[in-house]
């Protein structure tokens, strides 16, 4: 069994930044992956970024990159999503995916195994 928690989110000005914290707790394994998505009200539920198991490999899409940065410590199992220069379309609920099995494509939903509750940012123009 694996626990996800987000944590880190806020309210925000165009412009500013948000640190938001993913920790990962359970029978992960050594070798687990994890990403960010985020869902605002009434759409689908979007890729952010991911990070591999040793943080060799990182995806974004491409409406933060450059703009967010991800990054993992895994003596502490945690991932962090360093935001940078948010926008207004930036306003969501943050989710955490863990990923335990073997899967192929880190921005696709059906890769993660485990979820966190969320973390809301909201972003004020």
């Known amino acids: 069994q694996v626990q996800v928690v987000e944590s880190g989110g806020g309210l925000a000005q165009a412009g500013g930044s948000l640190r938001l914290s993913c920790a990962a707790s359970?029978?992960?394994?050594?070798?687990?992956?994890m990403g960010w998505f985020r869902q605002a009200p009434g759409k689908e539920r979007e890729f952010v970024a991911a990070i591999s198991w040793n943080g060799g490999s990182t995806h974004y899409a491409d409406s933060v990159k450059d703009r967010f940065t991800i990054s993992r410590e895994n003596a502490k199992n945690t991932v962090y999503l360093q935001m940078n220069s948010l926008k207004s379309e930036d306003t969501a609920v943050y989710l955490c995916g863990v990923q335990v099995y073997n899967g192929n494509y880190p921005d696709r939903l059906a890769s993660y195994d485990y979820w966190g509750q969320g973390t809301q940012v909201t972003v004020s123009s």
């Open positions: 359970g029978r992960t394994g050594s070798r687990y992956s």
